[in-house]
């Protein structure tokens, strides 16, 4: 069984099959019922070979190169500090992943419509990933308290969703503090956009929903979208240098 962890995103991969695991009826195995954090490399290096031996997949977490966009995404997570991120429309898990592994003590809950998406997702809670909770459903629909998390992100989703507005405002009334955004600059085809709003009309979108300050970091060939509900967080601003306000 020998197989190595370290081709895959980690913690994820090692939960994804402690879940997989359990739904196949192996319970029995202390691998995988132990507390998650009890888990060295060696462990989920074996989970991961049990794994595999009894049809299990982990194509999903290979480690890529990963996107500029995501990295920089990543690099601004570390510099605001949330306490706990929402994540709309996981999907694939191409933001998640990477996520997990750079800030394994960061709760993140992962939102997306489709059922076979987060049934997917589910396993990395049910193998013990106790900072991850995953929602079904259509985000503006989600009845989720006001100022529930320090953070929400939103990237590469609102050129997708039916009503943009919607989106903007159910974003920005359960973040505390911030709403990340990134949206291509041009059509990709993952699936095809409805929409391609510019840098102008997010920032309406975002006044009208109450952010009083809305930074536009540098990414090429993205829209990079930084929304802040308290205005008084202004050493966070200071680090995030505005561009201007139009498209490349």
Known sequence: MAASIDRYWQPAAAAYMRGFLQEAGMTSNPMVTVPFSALDRANMDYLVGVGMSVGGKLSEFLKKPLPARIVRVLDLIEQLKPEQVFDVGTGRGAFLYPFLERFPDIPITCNDLLSYRTGFLKYLEDGGLTGVHVITGDFCRLDIPDASYDAVTMLQVLEHVPDMEAAVQQAVRIA??????????????????????????LQELFRKAGCRQITFLKLPMQIFLVAEKDPEMKEASCRMREIPMQDP
């Open 176 to 201: 505390r503090r911030y709403v990340i955004v990134t949206v291509p600059v041009r059509p990709e085809d993952n699936p095809p956009p409805r929409h391609m709003p510019d840098r102008k009309l």
